[in-house]
């Protein structure tokens, strides 16, 4: 059916998308750097590659998701790298967070081989990639994009094309942006309802239906009550991603006043040891600062 797909990097993202794909009826063939990773999607039907060149020889398209910036490079510019087995008319689909400037120029050395880039990096956590729930932010050419639409269906629900190479990656941090916001003004606010005396659920139940709601509110502020800190998604994930968000808007020349205060916060925790915590722990940093501690 259709195109053979390659799909590099099988972590809680990965995997899930991967299988995802196989499950949709895709031909998939998988690389990831640990090997142990690949024996799953190997016994449900997937090919496996000796390495992400090897992959790319025997795939039309290329999908990676790993961790940050520098691993994107690894895997599709480095010694094995996806560029040294790709050819013309090729696609590659890079669905992890990373900086929109990189994503840029990796698309414009693929496409003096003649292959074409698409940046989709995802949001809907590890819940959204294991139900085929993603959604996906995509930059490139609409063509590619429309080539690239029978997977994301696979994988995503709502799929926005964006723009240009990078804009896929720009509004990822526009959503990094928010979604940190809304975790600081959550904490700010239950740490004013404890210290005011407030009955923390009547309180939650009165102000998440109104103008103050949020997804991060609805979600997380009912973990926060009862002080569980298991991670949707992590503090150290979260603070690769504010540090992209911190250096591209530099390179912009905007000022992210409230978005490096939570950077500064989060970098207080992870020096605690709390990095592999749920982002809605940013509350404890707070709690440090003011002696206040929010409990039901
Ligand atoms: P993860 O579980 O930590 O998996 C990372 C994957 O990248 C692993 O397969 C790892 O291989 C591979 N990798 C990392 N560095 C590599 C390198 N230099 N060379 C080859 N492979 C490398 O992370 P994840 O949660 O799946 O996240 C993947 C991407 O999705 C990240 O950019 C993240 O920001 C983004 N994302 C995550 C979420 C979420 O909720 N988790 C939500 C939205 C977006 P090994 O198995 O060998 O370590």
Not at 10 to 22: R, V, W
Not at 225 to 235: C, H, K, N, S
Request: aromatic letters at 4%; one cysteine or more.
């Amino acid at each position: 059916m259709g195109e053979r797909v390659g799909f590099i990097g099988l972590g809680i993202m990965g995997g899930a998308m991967a299988g995802n794909l196989l499950k949709a009826g895709f031909e998939v063939c998988v690389w990831n750097r640990s090997p142990a990773k690949m024996e799953k999607l190997a016994a449900a039907g997937a090919g496996t590659a000796r390495d992400p060149a090897d992959l790319a020889a025997g795939c039309d398209v290329i999908i990676t998701c790993v961790s940050d910036t520098p691993d994107v490079e690894e895997v599709i510019l480095g010694e094995r790298g996806v560029i040294h087995g790709i050819a013309a008319g090729k696609l590659v689909i890079d669905m992890s967070t990373i900086s929109p400037m990189a994503s840029r120029r990796i698309a414009a050395q693929l496409a003096e081989k003649g292959a074409h880039m698409l940046d989709a990096p995802v949001s809907g956590g590890s819940e959204g990639a294991a139900r085929g729930t993603l959604s996906i932010m995509v930059g490139g050419a609409a063509d590619q994009v429309e080539r690239a639409r029978p997977l994301f269906r696979a994988m995503g629900k709502a799929v926005v094309h964006i723009g240009g190479h990078g804009d896929g990656q720009n509004a990822k941090i526009v959503n990094q942006i928010l979604v940190v916001g809304n975790a600081l003004a959550m904490s700010e606010a239950l740490l004013f309802a404890q210290a005011s005396g407030l009955d923390l659920e009547k309180t939650l139940s009165a102000v998440t239906q109104g103008a103050a709601g949020s997804w991060m509110l609805s979600n997380r502020g009912p973990q926060v009550l009862v002080r569980d800190w298991r991670p949707g998604f992590t503090i150290d994930l979260q603070q690769k991603d504010l540090r992209l968000a911190l250096s591209t808007g530099d390179a912009l020349g905007v000022p992210l006043l409230a978005t490096s205060m939570v950077f500064s916060l989060y970098r207080t925790l992870q020096s605690r040891g709390l990095g592999k915590e749920g982002n809605h722990a940013l509350i404890k940093a707070l709690e440090h600062l003011s002696g206040v501690r929010v409990e039901k």
